[in-house]
C-alpha cells in the first residue's frame, strides 16, 4: 500500500514518503501549505489510487467534534413519541452517525482501509482538536444513549488538511504525522500545467509561468495567486487564443495580464499593478 503521483496530481518525494510514512505509523497525516496546493485533492488521489473510499468532513466554524462522532436527534423522536410511533421504543433509531463513525465501521465491512479527510481543521474552534485526541489516537468511542462501543476494526487513513488560520495543539500535534507541502517550483509547475492541460502550447506556459512567478514576488501584494487559479487562467487563455505575447503587452488596459480575474482577487492587488505598470511605462 504505498502512494506515488497518479495521472492527476503530482506529488514531489517528500509528499509521498510522508504520505506513506503516515499508512505505515496509522498516524493522522496533518498537512499544511498555501490554499490551492492541493491538500484536499491528495486526499481524494489516495483515496483513487488505493482503490477504497473517501469520506470528506469538510469543517466550518460552527462544527463540533461530537458531529464527528454521532447526534442524537431528540427532536425526532419527540415527534414521534406524539404521533405514536413504535420507532421511539428504540433509541437507536434517532442515532445519527457521523463522518469518524462511518470511516471507523467502513473497514470491517469492506475489509480495506478507507481514507478519511478532515477538511480545514484551522477554521473550528480551538477546543475541536483537543476534542478529538481519544478517538483518533485509539479509534473508538462511545455511545452514551445506547451503551455501544464502536471501534475501528481497521484504522482509516487520515488526512488533516489546515490553512494555518490558528495555531493547533501540542498534544493534537504529537498525535500526527506533520507535512507542509512547498510551494512548486518553476519545473514542477510545469509538469502540473501538463497534467490538467496536455494540449497546451509550450510558449504559452513559458510566458504564463513568468507572468505568474513575477506576480508572486511582487511586494505588497495582499492574495499571491495559487497553483489552482494558475490552471484556471490557462484555461482561460487557451478557450479565448490568446498569444503568448500578448501576455507580457504593456499597453493593455492598466497594464494588466488578459483575463487578470482568474489571478488578481482584490481591489487593492489589481490597483498595486496598475501603479507598477504605470511606472514601468513611465
Not at 501549505?33 to 483515496?47: D, N, S, V
Request: net charge negative; hydrophobic share 40%.
Amino acid at each position: 500500500m504505498l502512494f506515488n503521483s497518479t495521472d492527476n496530481y503530482i506529488a514531489s518525494n517528500s509528499l509521498k514518503q510522508a504520505v506513506n510514512a503516515a499508512i505505515l505509523l496509522e498516524k493522522p497525516l496533518l498537512i499544511k501549505g498555501e490554499p490551492g496546493t492541493g491538500k484536499t485533492m491528495l486526499a481524494e488521489e489516495l483515496a483513487n489510487s488505493l482503490d477504497t473510499t473517501l469520506i470528506q468532513w469538510h469543517i466550518k466554524s460552527t462544527t463540533k467534534a461530537q458531529q464527528g462522532l454521532y447526534e442524537y436527534d431528540a427532536v425526532s423522536r419527540l415527534r414521534d413519541s406524539q404521533l405514536g410511533d413504535e420507532r421511539v421504543h428504540d433509541i437507536s433509531n434517532y442515532i445519527v452517525k457521523g463522518k469518524l463513525w462511518q470511516a471507523f465501521t467502513y473497514g470491517e465491512q469492506h475489509n480495506k482501509r478507507p481514507v478519511l479527510l478532515i477538511d480545514e481543521i484551522d477554521k473550528a474552534d480551538i477546543e475541536f482538536p483537543n476534542d478529538l485526541l481519544l478517538e483518533l489516537d485509539k479509534m473508538e468511542f462511545h455511545v452514551y444513549e445506547t451503551g455501544e462501543r464502536v471501534v475501528a476494526k481497521q484504522r482509516p487513513i487520515v488526512i488533516i488538511t489546515s490553512n494555518n488560520e490558528k495555531e493547533l495543539p501540542d498534544a493534537f500535534l504529537r498525535r500526527c504525522f506533520f507535512h507542509y507541502i512547498d510551494f512548486p517550483s518553476s519545473e514542477e509547475m510545469a509538469q502540473i500545467i501538463d497534467v490538467h492541460h496536455p494540449h497546451i502550447k509550450q510558449d504559452l506556459v513559458r510566458q504564463a509561468l513568468e507572468v505568474f512567478f513575477n506576480l508572486r514576488e511582487v511586494n505588497g501584494i495582499k492574495k499571491k495567486p495559487s497553483t489552482s487559479e494558475l490552471l484556471d487562467w490557462l484555461k482561460l487563455l487557451m478557450a479565448e487564443d490568446i498569444d503568448a505575447k500578448t501576455l507580457h503587452d504593456k499597453s493593455q488596459k492598466g497594464g494588466l495580464m488578459p483575463m487578470f480575474g482568474a489571478l488578481l482577487k482584490n481591489e487593492q492587488d489589481i490597483s498595486l499593478i496598475e501603479k507598477l505598470a504605470f511606472m514601468s511605462r513611465r
